[in-house]
Each structure stands twice: as structure tokens, then as C-alpha cells.
């Protein structure tokens, strides 16, 4: 289903954004073979929408995290630190079960849509 972006609301418009690049991180973390935990550090970290959807799109847990500093120093901090060793706080999970199935079911949906488009 196509619909033309005049005729979204700057919510649907913000939300249909959040869902493609988290639905895009999750398919480059796929690529990369990453398990475990996500930590998103940097302006995504209080995006609830994108966290949620990353947690649905990839079936583990995501969290968001917030400091005072540059994401791409304290995320390659957070690579090395161990488990215990993170000082700054971690956002908690905030979508509902039934929330987080039906963007399970819309991660499904947006792969299987993909997948029907022929290779360039």
C-alpha cells in the first residue's frame, strides 16, 4: 500500500520514518551477525519508537543508551566495557507485549515485502 506523503500526518510521517531505519539497522546487524544485547547510543538512544521497533524487528533486547557525550566515543567505550562496567544510565523497555507482536508482525510483513522486489 502506497500513500502519497501529503496526505500523512507529521505523525504517521514521523512514525513510518522510526520504523524504516530501525527495520534498515536491524537488517545491517543481521548482515553483521550481531546477537545478544543491542545497545543504540547517540540520538536514537530516546527514540522510543526506533528502539521498540529494533527490539521487534530482531527478537532481543534493545536499549537505549543516554549520556552527555558523542555516540560513536561512548558507544566504542561501550563495546569494550564489560556488562557491569557502564555507569550511564540504560532506558528500560517501554512498548507493551501486544505493542511489540503487532511490530513483529509489521517487521514480517515489510521483510516479505521486500523480498518481492526483483534484484537490480
Partial sequence: MSVARENLSPEAH???????????TA????????????IVEGPFATNTLFLEMLKAATARPVRGHVSNSTGT???AALLAASPGGRT?????DTATPMFLSKMSAYASAWRKAIEQIPAL
Fill in 88 to 92: 550511564a544510565p540504560i532506558l528500560q
Fill in 73 to 75: 566515543s561512548i558507544g
Fill in 27 to 38: 537488517e545491517c546487524l543481521i548482515l553483521a551477525g550481531a546477537s545478544g544485547e543491542t
Fill in 14 to 24: 514521523y512514525t513510518i520514518v522510526c520504523f524504516y531505519l530501525a527495520l534498515m
